[in-house]
């Protein structure tokens, strides 16, 4: 059975990054060859990968090259703000809308680039991942959502099953959170729905 993964924000090709995001990578060669081989190291070809924006930026990267480097044949993708000329890429990818859904063993998941304070079903345990912020959004604490971008996990993509465990420990403290509140008389937000 294939695994999926998730992930964002490239920026293959885009030597201002690294500054800008204050990446390990001495050359724009060097990140963009660290990025794919750890892509590559869990993502195997016949699993699902989705991507959540900003593939690559640049003239020195011919953008329709580098898809041919990750061994994932299965890439549905959201655009970035960054992916214009990736977008030209139907062979490559399969291009979602810039806001799409999926349900994932029975798992309902809101996709987008960018970051929602609230999503549809987000009242009933949906998840919403994004990318763009490049982990520098403050933590919403329990909202199930969850910045997947490259910068946000050493650089390599997130398993669902990874997303999953931090997803729980969020409900988990969500639905403590809930008892304590209704334990003291404190009304909770299921008690005035």
Known sequence: MPDTWFTADFHLGHK?????????????????????????????TNDILYFL???????????????????????????????????????????LDALAEASLNGQRIVLCHYAMRVWNQSSRGAWHLYGHSHGRLPSQGTSLSMDVGVDTHDFRPWHFDEISEQMASKAEITHDREEGNSRSGVPNDSQNA
């Open 16 to 44: 201002n990054i690294i500054r800008y995001c204050n990446r390990p990578f001495q050359t724009v060669e060097e990140m963009n060859q660290e990025i794919l081989e750890r892509l590559n190291a869990r993502a195997k």
């Open 53 to 95: 924006g900003d593939f690559c930026i640049g003239p020195k990267v011919p953008a329709a090259e580098l898809p041919k480097k990750i061994r994932c044949k299965k890439i549905y993708a959201i655009p970035g703000n960054h992916d214009k000329d990736t977008r030209k890429l139907t062979q490559e990818f399969s291009w």
